[in-house]
């Protein structure tokens, strides 16, 4: 038997069959997660992408765990878009050091007038550099996504963050629907579809089951589900969450990789405060992408050495 028909790709998935994977025994879940990454990629690969602040701070919208809003007093410095040249230079340098994808954020509600056609040629000089482009820069409507689409994006990032209903205690700026109603028109406009979210925000374990079942039940699922363990920035409402779970954050690793087996899953935002053991039970757990380089977005991420020498101790090869 072809070992993908026995995890074949689903859009069906109930509430119940997602929670049923959470309540295995570690080893047990685990185990097929691996089995279920092994039918779709191999094993000892981990692709690498490189992520760009091209617009920073004063965004209108007050999603609670971000830095970059308007509505809370953290320390960020803001800055208007990025300069074309040094978006191009930064693209370069991340190519040098073996990344494969470059993504470039804006801190907005949805892109604008003279941004978004500059934006559009950040796009087409990224592109020229022969590396993978995305973006994510807020909502999008048709237009803007085929306009994106025509200058080269592969790829657009726009999370769900968590489920529909703690969605509610997080922002109150943009309802859930617009932003499945974004993920439809990126998809539409055929540009690859970047979407997960964050654990450890103060979700409870159906909220996690609920966040995963709705990615792995949209029409297509992501080619790439980001998932962000919470970086807590003062002067955010988030800022004293207590750091999930290992165990609890790797389960939910393992649970996006069998709903969604053929995609990349990302261990993404919060590498930081995780060992190198926890790390690498994310990647048996089916993990195999990461953000790559000393900055996230606008907080620190692993150096590319400490992840050089972590791959060298296991024997992971970077795509
Ligand atoms: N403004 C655009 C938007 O929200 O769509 C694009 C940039 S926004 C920073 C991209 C994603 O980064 C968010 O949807 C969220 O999932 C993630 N993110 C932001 N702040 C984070 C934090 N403190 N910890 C973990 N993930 C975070
Ligand atoms: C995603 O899911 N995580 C990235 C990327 N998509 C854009 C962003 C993480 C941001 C972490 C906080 C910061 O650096 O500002
Ligand atoms: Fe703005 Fe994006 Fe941050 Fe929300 S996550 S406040 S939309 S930059």
Known sequence: ??????????????????????????????????????????????????????????????????????????????????????????????????????????????????????????????????LETCMTLGMLDNEQANQLQAAGLDYYNHNLDTSAAYYEEIITTRTYQERLDTLENVRTANIKVCCGGIIGMGESLKDRAELLKTLANLPEHPESVPINQLVRVEGTPLDKQSIPDSFDFVRCMAVARLLMPASFVRLSAGRTEMSDELQALCFLAGANSIFYGEKLLTTDNPGIDRDHQLFNRLGIQSI
């Open 1 to 130: 038997m072809n070992q993908q028909d026995l995890f074949p790709i689903r859009h069906d998935w109930t509430l119940e069959d997602v929670l049923d994977f959470f309540k295995l025994p570690f080893n047990e879940l685990m185990f097929q997660a691996q089995s279920a990454h092994r039918a779709y990629f191999s094993p000892n690969q981990v692709q690498l992408s490189s992520l760009l602040n091209i617009k920073t701070g004063r965004c209108p919208e007050d999603c609670a765990y971000c830095p970059q809003s308007a509505h809370f007093n953290t320390a960020l410095e803001s800055d208007t878009l990025m300069a074309q040249e040094k978006v191009v230079e930064m693209a370069r340098k991340a190519k040098e050091n073996g990344a494969t994808r470059f993504c470039m954020g804006a801190a907005w509600r949805s892109p604008k007038g003279k941004d978004f056609i500059k934006v559009l040629d950040m796009v087409r000089a990224v592109k020229a550099l022969e």
